[in-house]
Structure formats: C-alpha cells, structure tokens
C-alpha cells in the first residue's frame, strides 16, 4: 500500500527566505506526482504535476523535483511572501493499468510566512 | 470557466440523519473523485467515476456510504444513519480523464455530525 509522508509538518519563515518542502512516497511505481495548495476552509489549487519521466517542473517561485527511484520530491518555494501562507499538500498517481487515477496523499504542510 | 462546484458548502446534521452532497464538475469532464478529509490529515479516496459508472468505489468506508452520477456530470454522494465520525470535509475533483491531466477540486462540504 503507497503510503505518502510529508515534512515538516509545520514550517514558520520570515517573508522573503528561500524554503524547502518534502515529500516521501513508499512505492516508487507511481506514474506522476502533484503538488497542491490548500487554503484554509477552500478546496486543493494544483500547483505543478511532475510526470514520472521527470526530474522537476517549474513555474514562477516554484520548482518541484522528483526522483522517483528514491521515492522523494521537493518543492522549493523562492523569496516566500506572506500570500503563500497555506498547506502545501503531495499526492501521487500510481503507476498500475486502467483508468482510475486516484491520488494518494500526504497529511501535507502547513507554511506560515511572516511579515 | 467555472469550476468544480460542492454543495452545501457546509451541513450540519443529527446523527442517524441521511444527508447528500452534490458535486457539479468542470463541464466536459469524464472522470469525477470523491475524496474525505479529516481534521489535520490529506485527502483519502473514497470513489471514482468515469462516465456514469463508478469504476472503483474500494475507498467507500462501509454501506452507509453511496454515490452516484447518473448522466455523467453531476453526482451525488449519499450518507445513510450518520454517525460522528463521518465529520469531514467532502471534497469533489474532475479532470479530463486523460492518465496526465490534473485533478481539479471544488472547495468542498464541510460536514459536521452531532
């Protein structure tokens, strides 16, 4: 059973610091893996989807890397500001045949950026 | 364009009640998710959709829980003789159904049984 953890599990920085989120996954058969957002009360904002044939994926202040042979990946948020206050959420899709493409998360990380 | 949307967006509810949760995906899109979430914890599967049929409902908890999706868009997940422990946020998420495509969630049902 793919089991996905996430560390830390709280993360306080001052706004502006460069930081490192990471996620491990059990089973390295997976087909893709996904960072998303979530806001408090809100739904998840898909962030970046790395496909397993990836290393990393980019977009804006965010990269994402993946190496699956370890079962690890990072997202690394640059210059971090107030507004990306959030839980930072990993999931991954496994591998397996078929079409059902659900998603195995983690408990995720809550980031707090202070002014 | 509009996207996944979930009502209510909260429901409180007596235990033992029957309650519904509707799910309006992204229009067009063929594959639809039911997630819970708990306090302090991510999502977990609880049934997929591909189409109107439920290709894999293995994350139902037990047979309180149902769902369905009967033209292929909207669904419903249905919750017989609530306890508290079904207290959760119900999330909803469609995508394409393309092996790549993202998953897009709606902001969720926060259900809370007293």
């Known amino acids: 059973k793919q089991e996905v953890t996430q560390i830390p599990a709280a993360l306080s920085v001052p706004e502006g610091e460069n930081l490192v989120l990471n996620c491990s996954f059990t089973?390295?058969?997976?087909?893709?893996l996904q960072w998303f957002r979530q806001d408090p009360g809100k739904g998840l904002t898909s962030l970046l989807l790395?496909?397993?044939?990836?290393r990393e994926q980019t977009s804006g202040r965010l990269n994402a890397s993946l190496d699956k042979s370890s079962g690890r990946s990072t997202l690394y948020i640059a210059a971090s500001q107030p507004g990306d206050s959030a839980t930072y959420l990993c999931?991954?899709?496994?591998?397996?045949?078929?079409?059902?493409?659900?998603?195995?998360f983690g408990k995720g990380t809550l980031l707090t950026v202070n002014p | 364009g509009a996207g996944v949307s979930q009502t209510p967006s909260n429901k409180v509810t007596e235990k033992g009640k029957y309650v519904e949760l509707r799910c309006d995906p992204i229009?067009?899109?063929?594959?639809l998710y039911w997630y819970r979430q708990s306090l302090g914890q991510g999502p977990e599967f609880l049934i997929y959709?591909?189409?109107?049929?439920?290709?894999?409902d293995s994350g139902l908890p037990n047979d309180r829980f149902f769902a369905v999706r009967p033209e292929g868009s909207v669904s419903t997940l249905k919750i017989q003789r609530t306890e508290r422990g079904d207290s959760a946020v119900y999330l909803c998420?469609?995508?394409?159904?393309?092996?790549?495509?993202?998953?897009?969630f709606g902001n969720g049902t926060r259900l809370t049984v007293t």
């Open positions: 998420a469609s995508s394409p159904g393309r092996r790549n495509s993202p998953l897009h």
């Open positions: 089973d390295s058969a997976i087909y893709n």
């Open positions: 790395i496909q397993s044939s990836q």
């Open positions: 999931a991954v899709r496994r591998e397996s045949g078929g079409s059902n493409y659900k998603l195995t």
């Open positions: 229009s067009g899109h063929t594959a």
């Open positions: 959709f591909q189409g109107t049929g439920a290709a894999d």
